[in-house]
């Protein structure tokens, strides 16, 4: 449950994010194949070396669709509903990796932010990333 | 037997090296409690955890904290025998604690977290998935003796 302070922190920090998307979302899923090889099986039609065009543009796509959830958190159904059916039925991505990637996320993020990714400001995004996936993962069956 | 490259060892050598155990242990704890607050029902007489400012100034958190640092200090030095370095410590969160060993994995995240915070972009996603490796390894060593 995420309490209005939390909403609020939430949204500024991807507000603040928003410039350097492409950077935060090519930095979380490079930790990930570089943490968890299986993941890298969802992208054997791209390139996915370190600057490649395809990461970037990727991981900017990514990180926009996380930050345009969290400047209405309480909507995330409305606004995630096209990529729900996406998820659900082209991209089959299996939901645990959907942790796999939240937690590289929250790496990236201790990596750019250093202390003021404060241990509260982790638990409110570890909360909103969990939320997020799950409203992903809705329309799975 | 785990299997480490020598850029592996390398790097978790490196890291703890460099590493305040002092400064990161209690962060790392307090970081856990904070975040996944059910992890409190192990420490119900450590005093007040009330709220976020409470766990980071607890003074029991902190010293706990530096003793898991430690403790981990004792796998950096035995990395090719994790699994009866820890066999002690199994046995005492099992029997003893009754801490549930998933609780393990929670509290090597929140270390991940605060090692790259420190670290910033010098913990690339290599350096991550070594650190990872090695404290994968003892989350699994810890959970070996439960049964």
Redesign the interface.
Same mark, same amino acid.
């Given at each position: 449950m995420l309490s209005k302070k939390e909403k609020e922190l939430i949204a500024d920090i991807w507000e603040s994010l928003t410039p350097v998307a492409e950077d935060i979302g090519a930095?979380a899923l490079?930790?990930m194949? $570089?943490?968890y090889p299986g993941t890298k099986t969802y992208f054997s039609h791209l390139d996915i070396s370190p600057r490649s065009a395809h990461l970037l543009s990727h991981g900017k796509k990514i990180v926009l669709a996380i930050a345009e959830g969290a400047q209405d958190i309480g909507q995330l159904t409305v606004t995630l509903a096209p990529l729900q059916t996406l998820h659900a039925y082209q991209l089959r991505i299996d939901p645990t990796n959907f942790k796999l990637f939240s937690?590289?996320m929250?790496?990236a993020l $201790?990596?750019h932010?250093?202390?003021d990714?404060t241990?509260?400001a982790? $638990?409110a995004m570890?909360k909103y990333l969990s939320a997020f996936a799950a409203v992903l993962s809705e329309k799975y069956r | 037997m785990v299997e480490w490259t020598e850029c592996e060892r390398a790097t978790i050598k490196d890291i703890f090296a460099k590493l305040d155990y002092d400064s990161v242990g209690p962060a790392a704890l307090?970081?856990c409690l904070?975040?996944y607050p059910w992890t409190q029902r192990y420490f119900g007489n450590f005093g007040n955890l009330y709220n976020?400012a409470a766990? #980071?100034g607890n003074p029991n958190v902190a010293k706990h904290g530096t003793i898991i640092l430690h403790g981990l200090d004792r796998g950096v030095k035995n990395m090719d025998n994790m699994k009866d370095t820890y066999a002690e410590l199994s046995v005492l969160h099992s029997e003893k604690l009754h801490v549930d060993p998933d609780n393990f994995k929670l509290i090597s995240?929140c270390l991940?977290?605060?090692v790259?915070?420190? #670290?910033?972009?010098a913990?690339t996603?290599?350096v991550?998935?070594a650190l990872?490796k090695f404290l994968a390894v003892v989350v699994s060593s810890l959970g070996r003796q439960y049964h």
């Open positions: 930095d490079l930790r194949f $570089a943490s937690h590289c929250l790496v $201790a990596c932010m250093g202390e990714f241990p509260v982790h $638990a570890d | 307090s970081r904070i975040v976020a766990i #980071m995240d991940t977290i605060v790259a915070s420190r #670290m910033g972009k913990f996603g290599e991550q998935a990872q």
